[in-house]
């Protein structure tokens, strides 16, 4: 089965501070990605990797950056974390071969409170 | 503009019922449909999946779905509810600028006995 594991389940951080989320998966993929997700909002994308190195801005890239140094893990940044990224994030990897290509791999997910 | 609309953000039910959750996306993503299910605090788990040959689509715990193509649809159905489906249920598709995934806004399911 393929496992997608983020660094922390809960965390707390405060306003400016700079906020690291981690995230591994066990199965070679070669895409990952980071999303948000916000009550009535549904999930919308902040940012995608499809290689190592490789990074391309999702639906709302602003205050966040991230990091794909190795092809397992991809790290979500907040620069100077704020109220508004007050969320859940998700991280989520695919292979990129047939029709599995489609079907994405979410990690439990890292609930986000900014103070 | 490619979307995923799920018309209900909320489905209260009793527990034996049936359930019905409606989802509907516009004919410019591709016809890859899936369903997500998303317990309290957990992240997204597949539940079904439809890429290509029967319209049928049938998943885990019980739930099924059809694909209409003529009605754009992509509902699913699970004929008797128990109190562990309460949780909440994404549709999505690709159509992403990146190949991502779009979901809809997600309906909560609420069982009750």
């Known amino acids: 089965d393929v496992k997608v594991t983020q660094s922390s389940r809960y965390l707390v951080k405060r306003t400016g501070e700079k906020v690291f989320l981690e995230c591994v998966q066990d199965?070679?993929?070669?895409?990952m990605f980071w999303y948000r997700q916000d009550p009535g909002l549904g999930l919308r994308l902040i940012y995608f990797?499809?290689?190592?190195?490789?990074?391309e801005k999702g639906d709302i890239p602003e205050g966040y950056s991230v990091s794909r140094e190795k092809k397992e893990r991809f790290s979500l940044i907040l620069e100077s974390a704020s109220t508004n990224q007050t969320s859940m994030y998700l991280c989520?990897?695919?292979?990129?071969?047939?029709?599995?290509?489609?079907?994405?791999?979410f990690g439990p997910g890292t609930r986000l409170t900014v103070t | 503009a490619q979307s995923v609309t799920q018309l209900d953000s909320q489905v209260p039910v009793f527990e034996e019922a049936p359930v019905e959750l409606r989802c509907n996306y516009s004919s410019s993503v591709s016809v890859y449909l899936f369903w997500y299910v998303q317990y309290p605090n957990q992240g997204l788990q597949l539940l079904l999946k439809?890429?290509?040959?029967?319209?049928l689509v049938k998943g885990i715990n019980g739930f099924e779905a059809e694909f209409n193509k003529s009605q754009t649809s992509f509902h699913l159905r699970k004929p008797s509810v128990h109190i562990s489906d309460t949780a909440e249920y994404f549709c999505?598709?690709?159509?992403?600028?990146?190949?991502?995934?779009?979901f809809g806004k997600g309906t909560k399911l609420s069982v009750k006995p």
């Open positions: 989520a990897s695919r292979p990129v071969v047939g029709l599995a290509a489609y079907e994405q791999y």
């Open positions: 999505a598709a690709p159509g992403g600028s990146q190949g991502n995934l779009i």
């Open positions: 439809y890429l290509s040959g029967s319209t």
């Open positions: 199965m070679d993929h070669e895409n």
């Open positions: 990797s499809y290689d190592v190195k490789m990074k």
